[in-house]
C-alpha cells in the first residue's frame, strides 16, 4: 500500500527534483503540498510548487499556500544559490493549476485529523514553520502523525549559511525545536547525508539523456545551482538535498545513521539555528530522531533517475 505523505515546501530546484520524484513513485501518495516562505518567499514558492506539479503531469495534486514569514523573526531567503525565482535557469512557464483556497497549515490539520492514527508522514522540505505552527495550534494532531521525514540540519558538516546552522533549520529555528520535541518519530536527512549524494557530470546527463521535458528540466536546474556549490566547496557537483527525504520513503537501505538526541539552539547569537546532535552518546538526553549520517549515493542517483525517467 502506498504511504501517504504531505510534502511541505519552499521550491527551490532540489524541492523540485524531490517532488517529481514522490510524483513518479507509486510507494508514496502526495495528498497534498504546502508552501513555505524559505529559499524565497512564499509567493513564489507557492507559484513554483505549481510549476512542478505542472511538469509531472499532474495538476490534479492540490497545492496550498502557508505560512509567509517564520514564527518568531523576520525571513531570510536564498536567492544566492537557487536565483531570484528559486527556480533559475531553464525558463518556465507560469502554472495554469489553482492555488486552493485553504491556509496551508489547516489542510495539514485537517488531513491529519481526517485520516486514521499512522497513516500520514509529514515530509518538510524547508523551514519547519508550517508543521510547527499546525502543532501549536491543533495539538491534538500530533499524536497521529506517523513520522517526521526531514531535510535539515547538520552535524559533521556543521553549516551553511551560518559557521554553526543549516539553512532551513536557522530561517526558523524556533518552529524546528517544536517539531524536534514533538515526541512524533523523526528521521533527519541533513547536509552530512546531502554533501554526499553530488551532481557529477554523468549523473546529469543522464537526465538529460531522458529526452523528456522533466529530464531536460532537472538537468538545466542543476546545471544553474551546482555553479554555487562547486564554487563554496570546490566540489565534483552540487548536493541534491530534499530528494533525499523521498528517496528514504522509497528506498530506507540506501541511508544509514544514528538514533540520537537531537536539540536545537535559539538562544545564541553564534550559533542560533544549530542542530545539535548527541551523535557520541555524551549526554542522557531523550534520543528523539533518526539522524542519518550515510548515503548509497550511486543507488540514491539510480533511483532519481529511473523515476523521473518515467515522467
Not at 19 to 48: D, H, Q
Not at 110 to 130: H, K, W
Amino acid at each position: 500500500m502506498a504511504r501517504k505523505i504531505i510534502i511541505d515546501t519552499d521550491p527551490g530546484q532540489d524541492d523540485a527534483v524531490a517532488i517529481l520524484l514522490a510524483l513518479a513513485s507509486p510507494e508514496v501518495e502526495v495528498l497534498g503540498l504546502t508552501a513555505v516562505a524559505g529559499n524565497v518567499p512564499l509567493e513564489l514558492t507557492a507559484k513554483n510548487t505549481r510549476i512542478v506539479c505542472e511538469l509531472a503531469g499532474r495538476p490534479d495534486v492540490p497545492v496550498f499556500a502557508g505560512c509567509d514569514r517564520p514564527m518568531k523573526q523576520p525571513l531570510v531567503t536564498a536567492e544566492h544559490v537557487h536565483g531570484k525565482t528559486g527556480l533559475d535557469g531553464p525558463v518556465m512557464p507560469d502554472p495554469t493549476m489553482p492555488l486552493r483556497d485553504q491556509h496551508g497549515v489547516d489542510f495539514i490539520i485537517d488531513t491529519l485529523r481526517a485520516e486514521p492514527a499512522d497513516s500520514v508522514t509529514l515530509c518538510p522540505l524547508g523551514p519547519l514553520t508550517n508543521i510547527a505552527t499546525a502543532f501549536e495550534r491543533a495539538p491534538d494532531i500530533v499524536e497521529k502523525v506517523q513520522e517526521i521525514v526531514l531535510m535539515g540540519g547538520a552535524y559533521f558538516e556543521v553549516g551553511n549559511i551560518t559557521p554553526a546552522a543549516e539553512f532551513n533549520i536557522y530561517v526558523d529555528p524556533e518552529a524546528a525545536q517544536i517539531v524536534f520535541g514533538s515526541g512524533r518519530p523523526i528521521t533527519v536527512m541533513p547536509l552530512d547525508v546531502t554533501h554526499k549524494a553530488l551532481t557529477t557530470a554523468p549523473r546529469v546527463q543522464a537526465f538529460r539523456d531522458m529526452n523528456t521535458k522533466p529530464g531536460t528540466m532537472v538537468a538545466e536546474w542543476t546545471d544553474f545551482f551546482e555553479r554555487f556549490d562547486k564554487e563554496k566547496y570546490g566540489s565534483a557537483g552540487a548536493p541534491l538535498h530534499d530528494p533525499c527525504v523521498i528517496a528514504y520513503l522509497i528506498r530506507p537501505e540506501l541511508f544509514s545513521g544514528r538514533h540520537v538526541n537531537v536539540e536545537i539552539e535559539v538562544q545564541s547569537p553564534l550559533t542560533r539555528g544549530m542542530t545539535v546532535a548527541d551523535w557520541w552518546g555524551v549526554t542522557d538526553r531523550d534520543k528523539n530522531a533518526m539522524f542519518m549520517g550515510d548515503i548509497d549515493a550511486d543507488g540514491f542517483f539510480d533511483l532519481l533517475t529511473q523515476r523521473i525517467g518515467r515522467l
